[in-house]
C-alpha cells in the first residue's frame, strides 16, 4: 500500500478532498493511506502556537521550527522509511515527470504544508529531503500543493482508476494536449458533432483525433513538443 502522512494546521482541508470520490475509494480500498496530522497536537504550550514574529523584522508570521520538529520525529518514530517533503514555493516545479518519479517510491511520503509567510529555515536543514512547489503562483498554503501530490501519485497506482476512468491512453496522445470530446446530443444550439465521430469507423476516428490533439498541442503549447527532456523531471 502506497502511504501519504500530512503535517498541517488545517487537517480538514485534507480530510474534505479525500472524503470523495476517487481518492476516498482508493482508501476504502486500501490502495492508498493517507494519515493527517494537526501540527496543534505536537505544540506544548497552552495556547498551541505554531506561529512567531520573524526575526529581522518584516511582515508576516513565521512557522515555529519546534512543533515540526516534535511532529515529524514523532510521525518517524515508528521506523518506517519516509520521503520527507517540505511544500513551498522556492520547490522544485512538479510536474507529471516528478509524479511518476514519485509513484516509484517505496518509503512513505511524508508532506509538510507551511502557512503564513513562511517555514523557519532550520526546518528545511533538519528534517527536508526536498522541496516542491506546484507552480508559479501565490497559495496561502501548501494544503492544496500537497493533495495535488497526493491525487497526481494516486491516480497512477494499480487499481485507483476505474476501467471508466483508466489510464489507456493511446501511444500517440502522451505529451500532447487532448482531442476535442463529445457527448450527446448530436446537434446543440446550431453547434454539430463532427460527422467522423458518428461514423462507427474506429480506424478514421483514431486518426482525427490524432490530428485534432496535434493541431491543438502546435496552437496552445508547442513546448510540449519540443523534446523528452523538458517533458518531464528537473
Ligand atoms: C506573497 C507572499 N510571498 C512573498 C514573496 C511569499 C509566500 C509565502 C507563503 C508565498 C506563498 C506562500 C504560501 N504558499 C505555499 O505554501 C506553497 C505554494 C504556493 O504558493 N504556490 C505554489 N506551490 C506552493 S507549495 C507551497
Not at 476516428?205 to 518531464?232: C, F, N, Y
Request: net charge negative.
Amino acid at each position: 500500500m502506497f502511504g501519504f502522512d500530512v503535517i498541517t494546521i488545517f487537517p480538514g482541508i485534507l480530510d474534505a478532498y479525500l472524503g470523495e470520490s476517487i481518492m476516498k475509494r482508493a482508501i476504502e480500498k486500501n490502495l492508498i493511506d493517507v494519515k493527517v496530522y494537526n501540527l496543534r497536537d505536537y505544540t506544548t504550550d497552552k495556547h498551541k502556537t505554531v506561529d512567531d514574529y520573524p526575526y529581522g523584522g518584516g511582515s508576516g508570521m513565521v512557522m515555529k521550527v519546534e512543533p515540526l520538529y516534535k511532529a515529524v520525529t514523532a510521525i518517524k518514530s515508528d521506523g518506517v522509511q519516509r520521503l520527507t517533503v517540505m511544500l513551498s514555493p522556492q520547490g522544485r516545479t512538479y510536474n507529471q515527470g516528478v509524479a511518476e518519479e514519485m509513484a516509484k517510491e517505496t518509503r512513505r511520503i511524508l508532506l509538510i504544508c507551511g502557512r503564513y509567510e513562511g517555514i523557519d529555515e532550520r526546518t528545511r536543514e533538519l528534517l527536508v529531503d526536498t522541496e516542491i512547489s506546484t507552480g508559479d503562483y501565490v497559495l496561502t498554503g501548501g494544503e492544496l500543493p500537497a493533495l495535488v501530490i497526493i491525487d497526481s501519485i494516486s491516480r497512477l497506482l494499480p487499481g485507483v482508476l476505474g476501467d471508466e476512468e483508466s489510464n489507456k491512453e493511446e501511444s500517440f496522445s502522451w505529451g500532447m494536449l487532448d482531442y476535442p470530446h463529445y457527448t450527446r446530443p448530436s446537434e446543440f444550439m446550431g453547434k454539430k458533432v463532427p460527422e467522423v465521430l458518428l461514423s462507427g469507423n474506429h480506424k478514421l476516428i483514431m486518426e482525427w483525433r490524432k490530428q485534432e490533439a496535434l493541431k491543438r498541442t502546435l496552437a496552445r503549447r508547442p513546448d510540449l513538443l519540443e523534446g523528452v527532456e523538458h517533458r518531464s523531471n528537473s
